[in-house]
């Protein structure tokens, strides 16, 4: 946790805050605070600032709080996912939200395992825990747009054309493809597929939607990596 | 797993493996293999090929092999890590072997916690085992070299400068440094902190040793993260 960030529900008063939860117990046993210290903080799509330590006890903390940073710039990109397996998208879900992905559409895809659907950690309250925990790795306090769209084909017929549009549309997709670009400035939607990939059917279909297939190299890598390794090359 | 990996000890002949382990049972469990069934394999340290499975018992496996695509070429990198805590190692162990890293030096700094140096997933057969998970993934053949480097001042004093000489040699580094460079193709020693960071007086024994700060931007990134970004971006 590099940055503590705090909800509304935290507020006391503008510039003070009562911490009670997990934040608590990483203050105590992972910074090993004590009253008098400054620590980072940040208010949920808010300002970045600095919180004074004020009273710590076994229960709760207080912390006086000062917001003047804005948060660091998102990419300009929609991130359109197919479900990784659930043990996977805990971790897919804090690295698209530490690598500042805006805004990430979660797809069904072929080759995506039915049972993945019912995990728990499909639950708002768990993607959001998640993407919380990857704000607080990178310092951001802007949570990303979470869309779940569970049938492919009325997504990429029906609304995946005016998301695309005015954007630069790549499938991630391992093959005789062009080369992934680099250190792009302008908006893009990208496409990555499940483990296995995505199936030809969806590559046409996201085709017709405005996607280009672009590829990697012939190293085949999880799901995770591909998602850092695409966004570290594209911007 | 993409590919069936062969060790020297699973050869009865020059064209026939019997397996009995982990990848027998990946084989029944996850690709559901059957006789007359043909599966890509890689003999470590060799050529990648096909497997036709001829017998297929609870206990045993028997493929005949034929072997002729050299494994993907490696990047032109010798990776610096400083010790990751051992959960996050065991993933940063398959990533490297993933993305192709042929050399990786392990190394000690201020902010690894003496006790990550007790792990067992430190062993060589546990570093064995994470970097051939890598492999598997990503279609290698080729374990990358591994060295672990307790002391960090004689390493970075008497080691590191031969092994940068004749490469471009840079420090994962968060602050105000130029950007990481992209799409290279000339060899890199590229070292990469622990979570916290170099210290300022390792930063300085780096650069004596030939090695320059660069940065990712304003994000902290997890160490597993970090290292995919800036593979990613630098080849």
Chains 1, 2 share one sequence.
């Not at 903080?41 to 940073?69: C, P, T």
């Not at 250190?183 to 017709?208: C, F, R, S």
Request: include cysteine.
């Amino acid at each position: 946790m590099n940055l503590l960030l705090l909800e509304d529900a935290d507020f006391i008063a503008a510039d003070r805050v009562i911490l009670r939860d997990r934040r608590l117990v990483h203050m105590q046993d992972v910074h090993r605070a004590a009253v008098g210290d400054n620590l980072r903080v940040g208010r949920i799509g808010g300002l970045m600032g600095n919180a004074h330590l004020l009273r710590l006890e076994a229960a709760e903390a207080e912390l006086q709080v000062s917001f003047d940073l804005p948060p660091p710039a998102k990419l300009p990109l929609t991130l359109l996912l197919a479900l990784p397996r659930p043990k996977m998208l805990r971790r897919v879900l804090q690295t698209v939200a530490a690598m500042g992905v805006p805004k990430v559409v979660l797809v069904n895809s072929y080759r995506v395992e039915k049972s993945f659907w019912q995990t728990p950690f499909l639950e708002p309250e768990a993607i959001r825990e998640q993407l919380i925990l990857g704000l607080e790795q990178a310092r951001d306090t802007v949570l990303p747009e979470f869309i779940i769209e569970k049938r492919f084909k009325p997504f990429v017929e029906d609304r995946l054309p005016a998301m695309t549009e005015g954007t630069l549309g790549l499938i991630g997709h391992p093959g005789n493809y062009p080369a992934c670009p680099r250190g792009l400035d302008e908006p893009v939607t990208l496409a990555i597929g499940p483990e296995g990939g995505w199936i030809p059917y969806e590559v046409e279909l996201l085709t017709k939607a405005g996607l280009q297939p672009v590829q990697l190299g012939a190293r085949i890598l999880r799901v995770e990596t591909a998602v850092t390794a695409l966004l570290a090359r594209l911007f």
